[in-house]
Nanobody, 122 residues
Framework: VQLQASGGGLVQAGGSLRLSCAAS????????MGWFRQAPGKERELVAA????????YYADSVEGRFTISRDSAKNTVYLQMNSLKPEDTAVYYC????????????????WGQGTQVTVSS
């Protein structure tokens, strides 16, 4: 199993970035996918998640209305479109997979990508 996250970078407040996570080594369409982030000195938090069928999504309150998660089964890739970025969105972002239908069970995520740094300047 491999999850390769990319798309991070440095952006000014109010800007946008799109993160990608390319999955391989397993049946992508059978797993829910999530994006997590961790800022220095803070706990890891689940930012957004999507079920295998795209029938359900989850967003943390802090990103609701600004971030959009999507997935493309033909490309085995999950995306996180981040708009109206704020300095507090600065963190390392990780993608992960889960067998669970309930997307917020963090312990259900069993494989993680290497992370991609997002830095938002004020």
């Amino acid at each position: 199993v491999q999850l390769q996250a990319s798309g991070g970078g440095l952006v000014q407040a109010g800007g946008s970035l799109r993160l990608s996570c390319a999955a391989s080594g397993y049946t992508f369409s059978s797993y829910s996918m999530g994006w997590f982030r961790q800022a220095p000195g803070k706990e890891r938090e689940l930012v957004a998640a999507i079920t295998w069928s795209r029938s359900s999504t989850y967003y943390a309150d802090s990103v609701e209305g600004r971030f959009t998660i999507s997935r493309d089964s033909a490309k085995n890739t999950v995306y996180l479109q981040m708009n109206s970025l704020k300095p507090e969105d600065t963190a390392v972002y990780y993608c992960a997979r889960s067998r669970a239908v309930l997307l917020t069970i963090q312990s259900s995520y069993d494989y993680w990508g290497q992370g991609t740094q997002v830095t938002v300047s004020s």
